[in-house]
């Protein structure tokens, strides 16, 4: 019932910027915690950014004063402002979201995944 769908990645050289986002779509009705983690290659999947229905947000240490997430509730979407990027920050970024949808009459919670984008940060 809900998709995500995100959007931004590529090449970057370090130093440089990169902004991912990711929108949701389907019977929404409501979208609590949005995310936003990555996985390098050999490493586990970590958390790198959050940010609350209310706008509280929480970073990762290593990422604290380079990148930004922010999220547009009209339109579903959450967005990671990547700056002086590193070699180091290389990984598939992936966005996740706490929804609640509509089913049959009711409304269920679930959590989702986008597809994960592909983020380089090399020379």
């Known amino acids: 019932q809900v998709q995500l769908v995100e959007s931004g990645g590529g090449l970057v050289q370090p130093g440089g910027s990169l902004r991912l986002s990711c929108a949701a779509s389907?019977?929404?009705?409501?979208?609590?915690?949005m995310g936003w983690y990555r996985q390098a290659p050999g490493k586990q999947r970590e958390l790198v950014a959050r940010?609350?229905?209310?706008?509280?947000?929480n970073y990762v240490d290593s990422v604290k004063g380079r990148f930004t997430i922010s999220r547009d509730n009209a339109k579903n979407t959450v967005y990671l402002q990547m700056d002086s990027l590193k070699p180091g920050d290389t990984a598939v970024y992936y966005c996740?979201?706490?929804?609640?949808?509509?089913?049959?009459?009711?409304?269920?919670?679930?959590?989702?995944w986008g597809q994960g984008t592909q983020v380089t940060v090399s020379s």
């Open positions: 389907g019977s929404i009705f409501r979208i609590d915690m």
């Open positions: 996740n979201m706490d929804v609640g949808y509509i089913t049959s009459g009711s409304i269920r919670w679930s959590d989702y």
């Open positions: 940010i609350s229905s209310g706008g509280s947000t």
